[in-house]
Every structure is written in C-alpha cells, then in structure tokens.
C-alpha cells in the first residue's frame, strides 16, 4: 500500500493505473490539506471559509485548489522561517509580481529525487555529457532561485560534464561548444534549455549566419511555453522540424511544469503526448462553474502534486487551458493520464520561464 510521498520512489514513475493512483493520491493529498491547514494560517483560512471538512473528501478531486496567482500576492509558507533552505521564484518581466515558493530541505531534496525518477524513464538510467542551451550567468544567487535559473540547476544534475552554449551575451559559444562536440563524439549528448530562448538564441542564429552544428547524437529536453512564439506561428512540430534542420536533432521533447510545484513535471513522450506522473495529475476544470471536464473537452488545467510539503502547492489551479486526450492507453506504454496544453487563459500573465525572458 502506498502512504507517503517516499513509497512512491521504489515503483517505476509511471506504473500506476487509474484505481491505484486514485487511491494513493487521495490519501496523501489529504494527509498534505490536513498538514498545510494546521501549518499555514492563510491556508487554514481559505479551508475554513471554504467550509470542506478535509477527513470527509473521498477524492483528491474535492480537494480545494488555490489559484496560482495567490503566490504572487502572498507569503503561504508551512515551515518556520529558520527551516526555509531555498525560497524560489517564478520568472516575470519588469513590473510584475512574481511567485515566492519556500523550501525546506526535505521538500527540495524530493523534488530533485521526483525530477531523476521522471526524467530517467525518457533519458535513461546512465548520465550523459550535458549542453545546456542558455549562459552560465544565469545561475547566480543559490539562495534566490528564479524559474529559469532553478530549471537549469535541477536539469543539471541529470548530466555530467555540464557545459553552457551560449556566453555572457547570448550568443552561442561556437569554440566551446566544438570542443564538447569533439570530446564526446562517440556518446550520446544531453541538451537542456528553454524553448524561446533556444529558439531566439541557437535556432535563429544558426539559421541567420547558416552555420550548421551536429546534435544528431544529442536529446533535446526542453520548456517554458510556446507563447512568445506564437506570432511567428511555431509550434511543437514547427519546432522539431527547424530545430533538425540547423543541427540534426531528432529527439526533441518538450516538458510542462512550474515553479509553484517544482519537481512534478509532465514529460512529452515519443508520441507527443504530455504525461502525469505517479507523483502528480492533471484535472481539466469547466472555467464556468468549474465542474470536471470530460476527456477532449477543454478548460483550465488544475495540477496536483504529493511533493509540496512545506508549502500549500499541493492542489492548484493555472491559467492554462488544457485537455485529457487519454488515460492509461497511450502507445507509448506509460500508465496515467496524457494530455495537451492549448495556452494561456486570455489576459493573463505572461509567466512560462523563457516566455517572460527579456532581451538584455
């Protein structure tokens, strides 16, 4: 029987069918509401006017879910301040408000634990030279982790041999990155960055000076969103495609995940379907009454997650719209549910980490 979180890590990722994730996740998202209530005074307040009795919900689905914006108005932390190890922050242009996530060391630790377990299944076991596709300036206060900066260091330890593409000025560092091309000529390569900025950055300039690199041995991992792209009318397979023509990628998966729950990412399989772990799951909501949409029927994405215990990140609402295209049957072989991301809700912020990337 699955209790905890950490039960969770001795079964492959995406192992569970719908009764047996139903069960486990029902259980210890409960055991998080009744935690985070007691810990978190704003949480506590926002059951309490709900009027739920947690110990009496029967399904992770009834769990109340708090609007993501909410962390950019407010300080929901369920540790004292002494316990926080790292406070993370969601990217956001000049002017806006960004989310604050507070970490205690056990939370951090599982969600790097969680991102190893998902990506391995896609990746494999064995690490591999990594390119990251962004500067290495980026990574500076470990304290104060932005989305961006945050992604690059988590991805990092998947890899060894870590070398960044571009230099100081986003341009791409073409005598580093030749010498890792040649240092590791007989292996597979990682490569890791955020789609617009890897769009902006290596696809543009490669295209622009027509100066082709070999990543025909490379994996491409990549996220953010697809929004700041959308006037140029690129999509995922838009995407794939160009990305093959200027450097010979054939294995390109893109991700969806957020900083409000770190970790719990949801990986674009050989299919191109985006896929809920054991860890997490993707419920679609009717934005009108916020009722649950039926398989193929869109609306706004609610994400849970078993990993955010020392902050009340556990069942959310994005503004993102979303559909299930599935459940347990996709071809790829990976139990769960799989599903597509339309885009942002109209007039919300603009927060994917690389779409909020601004031009230095």
Known sequence: MIESAE???EIEPYSLERSQKETALTRILKQLSEEHRGKCE????????????????????????????????FDLCSVEKDKVFKTMTSSGT????????????????????????????????????????????????????????????????????VTYALDENMNLDYPVIDAFLEKHQEEPIFLFGFTYIIWQHVYKELSNCKRFLDFSRGILLHGGGFKKLEAE????????????????????????????????I????????????NFSDVIIRNPKDFSVCQTGQKGLIQVVSVLAKSYPGHSLLTE???????????????????????????????????DTYENR
């Not at 009027?51 to 108005?73: A, G, N, Q």
């Not at 596709?133 to 990092?156: E, H, P, Y």
């Not at 949801?266 to 772990?277: D, V």
């Open 266 to 277: 949801y990986m674009e399989c050989e299919c191109g379907h985006l896929h809920a772990s």
């Open 320 to 354: 993102d719209v979303g559909e299930i295209l599935g459940e347990d049957d996709c071809p790829c072989g990976r139990k769960g549910k799989y599903f597509k991301v339309h885009g942002r809700i109209q007039k919300a912020e603009v927060r994917g980490c690389s």
């Open 7 to 9: 039960d969770l890590f």
């Open 94 to 161: 000049s002017g806006q408000r960004v989310s604050k996530i507070f970490l205690d060391r056990e939370t951090s630790a599982n969600q790097t634990k969680t991102l190893v377990k998902i990506t391995s299944d896609f990746l494999g076991k064995k690490r591999l030279p990594m390119l990251i596709l962004d500067t290495k300036s980026v990574v500076k206060n470990r304290n104060l982790f932005s989305a961006r900066g945050a992604g690059i260091l988590g991805f990092s330890m998947l890899g060894y041999d």
């Open 42 to 73: 704003r949480y506590g307040n926002f059951i309490k006017n709900m009027d739920i009795d947690i110990s009496s919900v029967s399904s992770y689905y009834e769990i109340p879910m708090l609007p993501v914006r909410l962390f950019k108005e």
């Open 233 to 264: 009318a690129v999509d995922n397979e838009t995407y794939k495609k160009k990305l093959n023509e200027v450097c010979g990628l054939k294995h390109i998966y893109n991700y969806y995940g957020m900083v409000e729950q770190t970790g719990s």
